[in-house]
Each structure stands twice: as structure tokens, then as C-alpha cells.
Antibody, heavy 121, light 107 residues
Framework: DVQLLESGGDLVQPGGSLRLSCAAS????????MSWVRQAPGKGLEWVSG????????YYADSVKGRFTISRDSSKNTLYLQMRSLRAEDTAIYYC??????????????WGQGTMVSVSS | DIQMTQSPSSLSASVGDRVTITCQAS??????LNWYQQKPGKAPKLLIY???NLETGVPSRFSGSGSGTDFSFTISSLQPEDIATYYC?????????FGGGTKVEIK
């Protein structure tokens, strides 16, 4: 099956850390730059971070810069998001996707089902 | 960052009605605009890419138009299964930004 499967979401205290994973299958993971997009409860979509196909270039929203680190492991076809110094406002469903900019759309866009991160004491 | 202003934030229409949503970018984004549908508990689904191109498998009652800063999305004949929240999205550059969403309900 062609899919992205996120994991690692949990309830964590403010100031804590968490690492999200996104396992890709059924397509050539290494051909696509990847992103994390989040959605706070009852709110809209927010792009969080992106990474190039090689992993050599990473990008972050101002809201997470310096606290989150995106990475990828081509041998495991897996995308990661290391989150530190978590705040209540980081509470959201986190989606991984091959959405990115710039890109020339090739007819293939995929999203995972999401993983829930809750930051609360 | 490019701001995306989407309107209305919600609408209620009857089955068979024509529904239009607009999205305005804070600067010229050419045609680097997508439209998504999101149903409760689900990931967003791409409907329209590059402002006006229908994604494969998406019903032809969905359409998009515009370029530069002003864009629109239309459902030509609203169906019960179209109940969802719709988002525009700019991908002209990073950060990718989304409109605030339009919740579509049946009257």
C-alpha cells in the first residue's frame, strides 16, 4: 500500500520533548521533499517544517524554529520531527506529507493519518 | 510570509446550489495555489492544484480559477458528501501558508 504512517504522538508536560516518526511505504520516498503540517484542535492548518530530498536542507516555521528539528533516514524510508521545549500551543495533530515548495507537481501528493501531540501539565 | 485571506469562514447552502469560496494572497503567487477538502477526523485531500487543475479522481463539479493574488474555488452543484472544510494553500515559497478555512454546511 502507498501510505505514510505517523507515530510518536503523546501527552507531554510543558518544556518536555517528543520525537515523531513517519514511515513511508509504497512509493520512492527518496524522490520527495517532505513536510510536517499541524492542526490545533478546532483550528486550521499550519505548515511546521520541511526537508529536501537529500536531507541537506531544512526549513522551519518561525513558531518552531530553534525548538524543532526535522530529519529523514533514507535507509528506513522514515521522516522524523524532534520536538523540544514544548508549549501548550504546540498541541495539535501532526501530519507528514510530501507537500513542499518549490515543486513541480507530478500528480502524487500523500498525507499520513496524523498523530496527536498534547502538551499539558 | 505570504498571508492567505479566505472567505467566507463558513457558509450554508442547499443541495444543488453553486458555492464559491475566495482566497486572496498578500502578494503575487502566480498560480502556486492549491485547494483542499478536509472532513472531520481526516487528513486534507487535494482537490485543485496550480489554481485551476483538477486532481485525478476528483469530481468535475469542483473547479478553481485565478492567478496572482485573487483566486476562487467553486462547487457547481453542492452534494451532501461535500460537507467539509475547504482550505486554500500557497506554495509559491516557504513557509507554505494556508487560508483560514471555509466550513461548508447543508441548509
Amino acid at each position: 500500500d502507498v501510505q505514510l504512517l505517523e507515530s510518536g504522538g503523546d501527552l507531554v508536560q510543558p518544556g518536555g520533548s517528543l520525537r515523531l516518526s513517519c514511515a513511508a511505504s509504497g512509493f520512492i520516498f527518496n524522490n520527495y521533499a517532505m513536510s510536517w503540517v499541524r492542526q490545533a484542535p478546532g483550528k486550521g492548518l499550519e505548515w511546521v517544517s520541511g526537508i529536501s530530498t537529500s536531507g541537506g536542507s531544512t526549513y522551519y516555521a518561525d513558531s518552531v524554529k530553534g525548538r524543532f528539528t526535522i530529519s529523514r533516514d533514507s535507509s528506513k524510508n522514515t521522516l522524523y520531527l524532534q520536538m523540544r521545549s514544548l508549549r501548550a500551543e504546540d498541541t495539535a495533530i501532526y501530519y507528514c506529507t510530501n507537500l513542499f515548495s518549490p515543486r513541480s507537481y507530478d500528480g502524487f501528493e500523500i498525507w499520513g493519518q496524523g498523530t496527536m501531540v498534547s502538551v499539558s501539565s | 510570509d505570504i498571508q492567505m485571506t479566505q472567505s467566507p469562514s463558513s457558509l450554508s447552502a442547499s443541495v444543488g446550489d453553486r458555492v464559491t469560496i475566495t482566497c486572496q494572497a498578500s502578494q503575487d503567487i502566480s498560480n502556486y495555489l492549491n485547494w483542499y477538502q478536509q472532513k472531520p477526523g481526516k487528513a486534507p485531500k487535494l482537490l485543485i492544484y496550480d489554481a485551476s487543475n483538477l486532481e485525478t479522481g476528483v469530481p468535475s463539479r469542483f473547479s478553481g480559477s485565478g492567478s496572482g493574488t485573487d483566486f476562487s474555488f467553486t462547487i457547481s452543484s453542492l452534494q451532501p458528501e461535500d460537507i467539509a472544510t475547504y482550505y486554500c494553500q500557497n506554495y509559491a515559497n516557504l513557509p507554505i501558508t494556508f487560508g483560514g478555512g471555509t466550513k461548508v454546511e447543508i441548509k
